[in-house]
């Protein structure tokens, strides 16, 4: 009986062990098995996000997402309108700094004045044209190494002072292009330094006085302004907004 007993109780004693060892190996690897899930969750994302590329990267807001943003955030302008073409000079060295200064090409505006673009778009769009961006919003950082290679306030606002109204999200730099995409004439490149850029320049052909005409009409008509020096410079009239110092998200 002594012996049963005995037997019993070393073979309870090997059981103990070798379960409570396994439980405790298990335990102590919990974190890692975790650790380990969560990693392939990202990378799954990822995989995901790569194979999801050739798609568009755009989706419009529908009316009802767009009314629910306030007037004064930042909206990318695609998603109010994919009709607007996008040439971003300063996300490319073909702007008068010779470098690209933006990470990518996104135009993002106010959401008041990105409503109000998309009015001018539709009434261009009404007459064969639509609106070709070359600038939107730029942080106040860009402003400042303008300032440094252009301190003329005809042509680059003082980032020291009020900067410019790009730097709120309320102005944007934009030309005109036909059906086929072509650009209207409108008598000097973009970032034309030059009286010939002005609006009192007369000493042009018709057709081209004609299509900054067409141009400045246009843009007053959705609530923009333009400035004396630039026929391609429009800023927002309603345009109480802090300046902004942010980069835009880029893919």
Excluded at 32 to 51: F, G
Excluded at 68 to 83: I, R
Aim: proline share 5%; with cysteine; glycine share 4%.
């Amino acid at each position: 009986m002594l012996k049963t007993k005995l037997l019993h109780f070393f073979i309870a004693g090997i059981l103990f062990l070798t379960y409570g060892c396994q439980s405790s190996t298990e335990q102590t690897k919990d974190p890692i098995q975790i650790q380990d899930t969560l990693s392939q969750a990202k990378t799954s994302h990822k995989i995901d996000t790569v194979s999801t590329r050739s798609e568009p990267r755009i989706s419009l807001l529908t009316n009802q997402e767009l009314n629910n943003l306030p007037d004064s955030s930042f909206v990318e302008l695609l998603t109010v309108d994919s009709t607007f073409v996008l040439d971003m000079k300063y996300a490319t060295p073909d702007n008068f700094l010779k470098s690209k200064v933006y990470d990518c090409d996104k135009c993002l505006l106010r959401v008041k004045v990105a409503k109000a673009l998309a009015k001018a778009q539709k009434a261009f769009a009404d007459q064969g044209y639509r609106i070709k961006l070359f600038d939107c919003y730029r942080p106040l950082d860009v402003q400042k190494r303008m300032w440094a290679l252009m301190p003329d306030k005809r042509y680059v606002g003082n980032p020291y002072q009020n900067g410019s109204v790009h730097n709120k999200g309320a102005a944007v730099d934009l030309t005109l292009v036909d059906a086929e995409g072509k650009e209207v004439d409108m008598g000097t490149s973009f970032d034309h330094f030059g009286r010939e850029a002005h609006h009192a320049y007369t000493n042009l052909p018709q057709e081209t006085l004609q299509n900054r005409k067409l141009l400045k009409q246009g843009m007053e008509s959705a609530g923009f302004l333009p400035i004396t020096s630039e026929w391609w410079h429009y800023f927002y009239q309603n345009n109480r907004f802090p300046v902004a110092n942010f980069k835009p998200a880029c893919p």
